[in-house]
């Protein structure tokens, strides 16, 4: 389905749930017709003995483990069985059900894929089995999969704070709603298929950030013409390419952060600030504070079209400034001399010379690149117009990509909303084709 496929079919959906008749339980309002039950009438444990099998030194066994947040099952590693610390553990199958016990309240939980059947894990992962005639094992999955109920495994969980565990008993009391089976089955294929829709934005995504990953390794070595190249500190250029270094190119600024005593420098602030985290190799759009404006002598600002790198703990993130901006001692900023270098190039450039930035680094607890050191980085540097459009072709990748993320940030919003209207009741599904 495309997004305005999606939106179309929601809009639908509610026009006709307007009539929704509903009940009081003991886990708030659900629809007439639904049911609460624990999922101990859900699910039920294994016979342990059953899939209970004595490690052998020799053999490969392939070891599963839940991701946090509602993130499923994967596999963790391949061992021999010398490399396995236990001397017994569990065999997996298809459509089980596994949980934590020490992160379930953390959303870790999930159900064994076909491509993991015969997998391994240990007594800290309880494998249950879904009762077929009552539930379909991913509409529990999905209901598990809200915050809300990892609460609940949170109450039930036994032990010290940080190693609590909730064990098989406290886990299967936790009491869920339940509509008719073929309404959860609706639910399931509503879901999957935005989910299907994140996984593919993903991978176009992925794609896209490869594209842009190849061709900068093309352009920053071989350039737009294909000229003869040689041979250069920082590796092959084109002949025509000269290479400098920053202070030749642009003014140096190493950030600072204006008094945290001060609460009137942090307080109703218009100012970005920027810190390492906000620099992602992209145009920065999000940032970690604001300082005020009786703050702006107090900090380093640069202008739009400024270049920041972190050189301090993470070494070698850019980002782009599309306004002003102040930022702290963790960050040294470029302000490009126009009539030298275009802004956007040197951006990308930076982006190719992490490992060079790195080099630099302090060999101190914190690794430190500071601003003399970083003065004397090195970049590839072409005539300003062949400059111009290397940085056009590569910001044409980045909008893209930028394009693409804003997609699928909708997506999971849709996927966020959808899960709690369809889990609460809000929309039914029971008279509807999907």
């Known amino acids: 389905m495309a997004q305005e496929t999606f939106e179309k079919f ?16 003991e886990i708030g309002l659900i629809p007439e017709d639904w049911e609460v039950v624990r999922l101990g009438e ?13 490690i052998e030194e020799n053999r490969i066994y392939r070891l599963v483990h839940t991701k946090l947040y509602a993130q499923g099952v994967e596999l963790k590693e391949e061992k021999k069985g010398k490399q396995i610390k236990a001397d017994y553990m569990f065999i997996v199958k298809q459509g089980d059900f596994i949980f934590s016990k020490i992160n379930a309240k953390k959303g870790a939980f999930g159900i064994i ?31 598990l999969s809200q915050p809300k109920v990892w609460d609940e495994f949170e109450k039930h969980s036994i032990g010290f704070a940080g190693k609590s565990r909730i064990k098989v008993p406290g886990f299967l009391s936790v009491k869920i709603p339940l509509p008719p089976l073929e309404e959860q089955r609706k639910i399931v294929r509503v879901l999957d298929k935005i989910q299907q829709a994140i996984e593919l934005q993903d991978r176009i995504i992925e794609q896209a950030k490869r594209l842009k990953k190849s061709l900068m390794q093309k352009l920053f070595t071989e350039g737009l013409y294909g000229e003869e190249q040689k041979e250069t500190e920082i590796g092959l250029i084109p002949k025509s390419w000269e290479v400098v270094r920053l202070e030749e190119i642009g003014k140096i600024i190493t950030g600072n952060t204006p008094s945290k005593r001060k609460k009137e ?13 906000d620099l992602k190799n992209s145009y920065i759009t999000t940032f ?16 739009e079209k400024s ?29 490009p001399f126009s009539d030298k270098i275009d802004s956007l190039f040197l951006f990308f450039a930076l982006q190719t010379q992490v490992k060079q930035i790195e080099s630099m680094k302090s060999a101190t607890t914190v690794p430190i690149v500071n601003k003399a050191k970083f003065s004397h980085v090195k970049i590839p540097l072409p005539s300003l117009e062949e400059q111009k459009q290397i940085a056009h072709i590569l910001s044409t990748i980045d909008r893209k990509i930028e394009v693409e993320q804003k997609r699928k ?5 849709l996927f966020k909303t959808m899960l709690h209207k369809l889990m609460s009741g809000e929309i039914r599904l029971k008279v509807v084709e999907i």
């Open 288 to 303: 970690s504070e604001k300082i005020s404006l009786k703050a702006k002598d107090k900090a380093r600002i640069v202008p």
């Open 10 to 25: 929601f809009e639908k959906l509610e026009g006709e749930n307007k009539e929704n008749n509903f009940k009081q339980t």
């Open 265 to 277: 420098y942090w307080e109703n602030g218009e100012i970005d600030f920027i810190k390492p985290p």
């Open 113 to 143: 894929s076909s491509n993991l059947d015969g997998a391994v894990v240990t007594s800290e992962h309880p494998i249950l089995i879904t009762n077929e005639r009552k539930a379909f094992n991913y509409f529990v999955f999905y209901y």
């Open 307 to 335: 270049i920041l790198v972190s050189c301090i703990g993470i070494i070698g993130r850019v980002g782009y400034t599309l306004k002003p901006v102040a930022f702290n001692q963790q960050i040294n900023a470029i302000i």
């Open 42 to 54: 859900v699910f039920k444990e294994v016979n342990k003995k059953e899939r209970k099998i004595k």
């Open 409 to 413: 940030q909708v997506l999971k919003e």
